[in-house]
């Protein structure tokens, strides 16, 4: 049997978990009760930090981008109006969430710590250039989503530590999209694109994310510098989305084979990148 416990602060969360090495966080429960009830988890208690008020809300950060609470809901971020311009691809993905009822629930930050490769977020997350900030027994630390996804469901995540925010720089005046494609609404992603434009000029250029297909989201700033000034380029973008189809390590699974991802790829990038450019 698992007993939940309901601290009120981020200090009293990390002392509980650094004096009972068995207990897990817990924080929408979205994935964790799931886990549990099927017996792929096991913990003597769960550590809800559904109280920690220091773990909500969306501001400006002191960098001078944008700072979101680990406990913040999907759907408090699907509604959020701050996220405009560069940041509208993570509006667009939360969104696109499961259904009401998890997005109701589920927390970004219990997604980042769940860390399935197919999830929403990490393509979004990796293309905006965040950073997963973390607290443990030793204190705060900040990680770029590549250092923080390690492997398949693996990240840096020490025992101990929780994911307390998600930092956002500054997010450009430049549209972004969200792609996502899956078998049935709602359901993870059989392949999922990211892409944010940055300028508006001859020079401009794009961030690309693509999720679900490897351990972590492929993006190569190389080619993304070797395609600015070349958006409306049709071979260069084909060159651009075939280098990121090389780099994918996808699997066979319910949602699609490795083959038909890899053919997604290319098409899903180039659609991306349409969107952002408004070429048709």
């Known amino acids: 049997m698992s007993f939940v416990v309901a601290p009120q602060t981020v200090d009293e969360a990390i002392a509980f978990l650094a004096a009972n090495p068995d207990a897990r966080p817990m924080a ?4 964790l009760v799931a886990m549990k009830n099927a017996r792929l988890i096991e913990a003597s208690h769960f550590v809800s930090l559904a109280r920690i ?9 002191a960098a001078g981008g944008l700072r979101i609470g680990g406990m913040m809901h999907h759907r408090q971020i699907a509604e959020c109006a701050d996220l405009t311009g560069g940041w509208q691809m993570l509006r667009q993905a939360a969104g696109l969430i499961a259904n009401r009822v998890v997005r109701n629930m589920g927390t970004i930050g219990g997604a980042i710590a769940n860390a399935d490769p ?20 030793d204190g705060l630390r900040r990680l770029a989503v590549a250092d923080y996804l390690v492997d398949w469901y693996e990240t840096a995540l020490e025992p101990g530590e929780i994911v307390t925010a998600i930092e956002l720089p500054a997010g450009g005046d430049g549209p972004s999209v969200y792609r996502k494609l ?8 059989t392949v999922s694109v990211a892409c944010a434009r940055e300028g508006a000029g001859p020079d401009s250029s794009v961030r690309v994310a693509v999720g679900a297909c490897g351990p972590a989201p492929i993006r190569d700033r ?31 699974d319910v949602r699609g084979s490795a083959a038909y991802r890899l053919k997604l790829i290319p098409r899903m990038v180039a659609a991306a990148i349409r969107d952002v450019t408004g070429d048709r």
């Open 118 to 137: 197919a999830a929403d977020y990490l393509p979004v997350l990796a293309c905006a250039g965040a950073e997963v900030e973390l607290v443990g027994p």
């Open 182 to 189: 899956a078998r049935t609404p709602g359901d993870y992603a």
């Open 28 to 31: 929408g429960g979205a994935s």
């Open 53 to 61: 008020e220091a773990l909500r809300g969306i501001g400006p950060s």
């Open 222 to 252: 190389d080619a993304e510098a070797a395609l600015a000034g070349r958006l409306h380029d049709p071979a260069a973008i084909a060159a651009f989305c075939a280098t990121l189809a090389e780099q994918a390590d996808p699997i066979d």
